[in-house]
């Protein structure tokens, strides 16, 4: 049979296996969806049960199939707004551990990709230190005496993955076009964003810049070790970088033995990403704790660079004013914030998602905190996002599963380990990335008054909207009719109460700042503006004192 047809064979045959895969789980979806595939009755206790067997199933699938495909999971596992939390918790734990492929292969692989420069490598291990699905690596040794491992791509890789990608574009558009499942969610964008990320990690160079950079960050931390790369060893299909050996940091027992304290090795991971986070905004996506290892120093190894995020600095910034509304438990400012980074859609009602965020605020927040707190926040996460108005971006559901590995990393290594204590001092200068400086308090106390005002101004609108839901069958309300005026009234009264509180506190703190300046003689200004504001506050506080009064007494309530 002519090489040609037979490689068309193949790929027709591997065509057939993944959409047979495909056509099952569509298959096994509809049968769940039907009540009478539950015997004895359809509970939401059996239907988790039932989703969670099912996304076994597909990690299995998605392993069986190979590197494309395993890329494809890790990359779903970050898209809690189109996956049911059970799914997405299943896929994130999806690592890839194949078969080694022949050392003769990998010899010849370097020979092709380094030509003449294979020279400089005067000794080769055959057995590799791991293998994956997009590759394996070799320890060597150069002719300089350079000790480096070699990260040889997998024979025939990409025309695999071309032919992978090409079969999860039509599975995007199938999917795309069932009336439910197609809902609120773009399947084929998503697979064009799957296919040219997983081709750009087809390319090696990328994931040298990627090391090169983290090496950059850390080069003044003694603390974290980073492998460098050697650039004239390194090509599209060939990595080469150090090789820095570590005790893998699960390894409480080897940690003890070495005379590593396992508690600063903790503080050491978490902290070490909070920086990536707060100062670079370039972190490590995928620090499972097989790419995490600890120097017999103590010092801390981060491989594996294909897997990577960034934060841009308007998000960045915005992430430092969610923190500021998180630590103050404003759960409407978090929505707003949420609103603005486009995680909400802005259509959409807030009031469930703000009642939702105050309870996760304050599970979160108050002491003493759980062990596993953003396991828990992720959780909950997921559930809200999913077959919502959500957008959450990927680098941020990268950013908490990172955390929460830290946070279980951190756990088994020290007890009394906590991801909230150690993030704390990180967090101060994220809430002030904007560049506010402690003279900025006047202008954001005052715009928060101007807020307090337009909130007053703006409330006639929001009840003609309200009256209007009501109307159009939006929403259902009970009114006792002999207290709606007064009801409505002890409620702009207590807005207008609220205001002038505001205004005073601020106006006050005013004059305390200019007290302690260089020209004192200006506290007179807020202490001027601040009497007829305080003379019109305690005239508030009287007149809701009397209606308090009139309500009590006998058929006030007729």
């Not at 495909?69 to 970050?78: R, T, V």
């Not at 620090?287 to 120097?295: D, F, I, K, Q």
């Not at 500021?324 to 486009?342: H, I, K, M, P, S």
């Amino acid at each position: 049979m002519p090489p040609g047809l037979w490689l068309r064979l193949r790929n027709i045959g591997r065509a057939l296996r993944i959409w047979r895969a495909v056509l099952l789980l569509v298959a096994w979806l509809w049968w769940d969806g039907r009540a009478f595939s539950y015997p004895g009755g359809v509970t939401p206790e059996r239907r988790a049960r039932r989703q969670r067997r099912r996304a076994r199933w597909l990690t299995g699938q998605l392993l069986d199939f190979g590197s494309a495909f395993i890329k494809l999971g890790q990359l779903l596992s970050a898209r809690p707004d189109v996956l049911p939390a059970s799914w997405v918790e299943e896929l994130s734990r999806l690592q890839d551990s194949v078969p080694a492929f022949p050392f003769d292969t990998a010899q010849t692989l370097l020979e092709q990709e380094l030509g003449s420069r294979c020279a400089e490598i005067v000794d080769i291990e055959p057995e590799p230190l791991g293998a994956a699905s997009l590759a394996q690596v070799h320890r060597a040794s150069l002719r300089s005496g350079r000790q480096v491992v070699f990260k040889i791509q997998r024979p025939g890789l990409e025309r695999l993955f071309r032919l992978d990608l090409e079969v999860m574009q039509q599975v995007a558009v199938l999917l795309q076009r069932h009336p439910r499942w197609g809902a609120g969610r773009d399947w084929v964008s998503i697979a064009q964003e799957c296919r040219r990320v997983l081709l750009r990690e087809l390319d090696f160079r990328l994931e040298a810049e990627h090391a090169a950079r983290f090496r950059q960050q850390f080069l003044d931390d003694p603390g974290i070790r980073i492998p460098a790369v050697v650039w004239e060893l390194t090509t599209r299909r060939v990595l080469c970088l150090d090789y820095v050996p570590g005790i893998k940091i699960t390894d409480r027992q080897a940690i003890l033995e070495a005379g590593i304290d396992p508690a600063a090795v903790a503080e050491k991971g978490a902290a070490s990403y909070l920086q990536q986070l707060v100062r670079f905004g370039f972190f490590h996506a995928d620090p499972h704790p097989g790419n995490l290892a600890v120097a017999r120093d103590g010092a801390l190894i981060y491989y594996d660079f294909g897997m990577v995020g960034s934060l841009s600095q308007r998000l960045r910034s915005r992430l430092g004013r969610m923190v500021t509304a998180a630590a103050a438990r404003d759960a409407g400012g978090l929505v707003r914030e949420l609103q603005a980074a486009g995680v909400i859609a802005a259509d959409i009602d807030p009031g469930p998602v703000r009642r939702l965020v105050r309870v996760m605020l304050t599970e979160a927040l108050t002491p003493p905190f759980s062990a596993n707190v953003l396991e828990k926040l992720s959780g909950d996460l997921y559930d809200l996002v999913y077959g919502q108005p959500f957008r959450l971006p990927p680098e941020l559901i990268f950013v908490m599963r990172a955390l929460s590995t830290f946070e279980g990393v951190g756990r088994s290594l020290d007890p009394s380990f906590s991801l909230v204590a150690i993030a704390r001092p990180y967090l101060l200068p994220l809430m002030t990335a904007s560049g506010n400086s402690p003279n900025d308090l006047l202008n954001q106390l005052g715009r928060q008054a101007v807020e307090v005002g337009s909130r007053a101004l703006g409330l006639p609108q929001r009840l003609e909207e309200s009256l209007a839901r009501i109307e159009q069958g939006d929403l259902q309300v009970q009114i006792r009719a002999g207290e709606t005026d007064r009801l409505l009234r002890r409620l702009a009264l207590s807005q207008q109460s609220a205001g002038q509180a505001v205004l005073l506190g601020a106006l006050a703190v005013a004059a305390a700042l200019l007290a302690s300046s260089v020209r004192p003689a200006l506290t007179a200004v807020p202490l001027v503006l601040g009497l007829p504001v305080g003379l019109s506050w305690l005239k508030l506080q009287a007149r809701i004192k009397r209606d308090g009064r009139i309500d009590k007494l006998p058929g006030a309530g007729a």
